[in-house]
């Protein structure tokens, strides 16, 4: 088993940063892909970013180039750093746990967090 708690979000306004992070306890953390999702009202949860346990990265089109994410294996943690945000990042956002390598679907993944709230006004 592996446990995941998020933590760092917030209300921002547009083009402000946030640095969400995922602590993880459990299994060892470091056999394990990573990845964040998020949730909109009413839409499906997407993936955002994700980091293997080489630290490769992969990221979805719509913040490529904003978001960044890395891990910490001392501290068995991810980050995810939001720059430049606008209100369509406004969702739910969740970490996920996986092992071997990085996918986008959501339903590959093992283990969830509870989700933080990021709020992004305009």
């Known amino acids: 088993q592996v446990q995941l708690v998020e933590s760092g979000g917030g209300l921002v306004q547009a083009g402000g940063s946030l640095r969400l992070s995922c602590v993880a306890s459990?299994?060892?953390?470091?056999?394990?892909?990573i990845g964040w999702f998020r949730q909109a009202p009413g839409k499906e949860r997407a993936f955002v970013a994700g980091i293997s346990r080489s630290t490769s990265t992969h990221y979805a089109d719509s913040v490529q180039g904003r978001f960044t994410i890395s891990r910490d294996n001392a501290k068995n943690t991810v980050y995810l750093q939001m720059n430049s945000l606008k209100p369509e990042d406004t969702a739910v956002y969740y970490c996920?746990?996986?092992?071997?390598?990085?996918?986008?679907?959501?339903?590959?993944?093992?283990?969830w967090g509870q989700g933080t709230q990021v709020t992004v006004s305009s």
């Open positions: 996920a746990a996986k092992r071997l390598s990085i996918s986008l679907d959501v339903r590959l993944y093992d283990y």
């Open positions: 459990g299994r060892t953390f470091s056999n394990y892909a």
